[in-house]
């Protein structure tokens, strides 16, 4: 009679179960230290969103800023290719690349014929303008957006962000005052009067008069203004902003400002100037 082997799997199990205990816990630590292993591997392999710093982040906290800008307030001076101002905004911050914007500019625009003279006789004239008829002031008020284009990925870095802005303009007139001298050279006085094209000459104007005359006398012309630039953010403080900003700007009215006489130069309503501005402000978490 043939004996009946035992299965094989049979043998297999017997012989596990034979083995002795020091010999599991051997196996257990192994296969412990193999997972330790893999996961510390997984680690170094996976970076995960949540450790990231954003520039923002990694600039001003060194990665412990997580609450977001709510608000920001600027103000500084602006130059431009036909005079100068000052200029203030408040933003609201819509996510971590956008700002909403309403503001205001106060500029005095030349006309780009201007030249100043002076009375060549009585050299204690102050200059004028020939011909000027009204010193030309607009007071800009907009609403902007900017968009941030590359932040700042370490302290001493700019920020880049391009911005357009739109709104009124109100162009406002303020009448040209003249000293002018009586009868005839040599004068014997001087009188105050704002000024005539048809009565006032280069012989008989002494020079121009104190700003404030004409202040009781403005007018305005409405018109609507568009601008575009980029801004250079480069303050290395968190709350604390200093910016640099360049770019175009147009004001177009709905009538030529009278800033010469008829017969003198032309009178436009379309005025584009390149601008370049520096100012100073704060943001803060509301």
């Not at 602006?78 to 905004?89: E, F, L, P, S, V």
């Not at 006789?121 to 902007?144: D, M, T």
């Not at 040599?186 to 048809?198: G, K, N, R, S, V």
């Not at 000459?201 to 601008?227: C, E, K, M, R, T």
Request: aromatic share 14%; with cysteine; glycine share 10%.
């Amino acid at each position: 009679m043939q004996r009946c082997g035992r299965p094989a799997n049979l043998r297999i199990k017997f012989a596990v179960m034979s083995l002795p205990p020091s010999t599991y816990r051997i196996a257990a630590c192994s296969l412990k230290a193999f997972v330790l292993l893999l996961l510390v591997g997984l680690g170094w392999c996976v970076e995960l969103p949540a450790q990231e710093l954003s520039g923002d982040q990694a600039v001003y906290a060194d990665g412990k800023a997580k609450i977001p800008l709510t608000d920001e307030f600027q103000f500084g001076a602006m130059m431009h290719t036909q005079g100068g101002g000052i200029t203030a905004r408040k933003g609201k911050y819509k996510g971590a690349f956008r700002i909403a914007w309403f503001g205001a500019d106060l500029i005095l625009l030349k006309h780009p014929k201007e030249i100043k003279i002076s009375n060549p006789i009585y050299e204690n004239g102050r200059s004028y303008v020939y011909g000027k008829q009204n010193a030309f002031h607009i007071l800009r008020l907009w609403r902007g957006h900017q968009k941030l284009r590359s932040e700042k990925l370490r302290k001493d870095a700019v920020q880049l962000s391009t911005h357009w802005r739109y709104g009124f303009s109100l162009g406002i007139l303020k009448p040209v005052y003249l000293e002018i001298g009586y009868p005839d050279i040599p004068y014997d006085y001087l009188a105050t009067e704002i000024y005539d094209a048809t009565a006032h000459f280069s012989d008989n104007i002494y020079g121009q008069a104190s700003w404030s005359n004409g202040l009781d006398q403005l007018s305005v012309v409405p018109g609507l203004h568009l601008s575009y630039g980029l801004d250079f953010e480069y303050g290395n403080e968190r709350f604390e902003q200093r910016t640099l900003s360049a770019g175009i700007a147009c004001d177009a009215f709905v009538t030529p400002p009278e800033i010469f006489a008829a017969g003198f130069e032309q009178n436009h309503r379309l005025f584009v100037t390149l601008f370049a501005t520096f100012e100073v402000g704060r943001n803060w978490l509301r």
